[in-house]
């Protein structure tokens, strides 16, 4: 049984950071992508970052250069560092992470950007 379980979320003004963490435990395949997506009210869910075992990472065009993420593989951490944020921003940020096999999701945290 796989668990994802995130923090850091919370309510900023614009322009400020923020930075969640994702913490998975388990039996967790070493060869896997962990990453982050996020919904906003009456949106779909899209994809934010995400990021290979082996380093490869994957950006949404719309936090290009603004958002970084970032893993420990050994402890199965994945972290996404979110700066100059935009009440845009704001949405319920899910973890998650895809082996071979499976797919597997957290239970999100929030995430509002509002002055």
């Known amino acids: 049984q796989v668990q994802l379980v995130e923090s850091g979320g919370g309510l900023v003004q614009p322009g400020e950071s923020l930075k969640l963490s994702c913490a998975a435990s388990?039996?967790?395949?070493?060869?896997?992508?962990m990453g982050w997506y996020r919904q906003a009210p009456d949106k779909q869910r899209e994809l934010v970052a995400t990021?290979?075992?082996?380093?490869?990472?994957n950006y949404a065009d719309s936090v290009k250069g603004r958002f970084t993420i970032s893993r420990a593989n050994v402890a199965n951490t994945v972290y996404l560092q979110m700066n100059s944020l935009k009440p845009e921003d704001t949405a319920v940020y899910y973890c998650?992470?895809?082996?071979?096999?499976?797919?597997?999701w957290g239970q999100g945290t929030q995430v509002t950007v509002s002055s």
């Open positions: 998650n992470l895809v082996t071979l096999t499976k797919n597997y």
């Open positions: 388990g039996s967790i395949f070493s060869l896997n992508t």
């Open positions: 990021m290979h075992s082996a380093g490869r990472t």
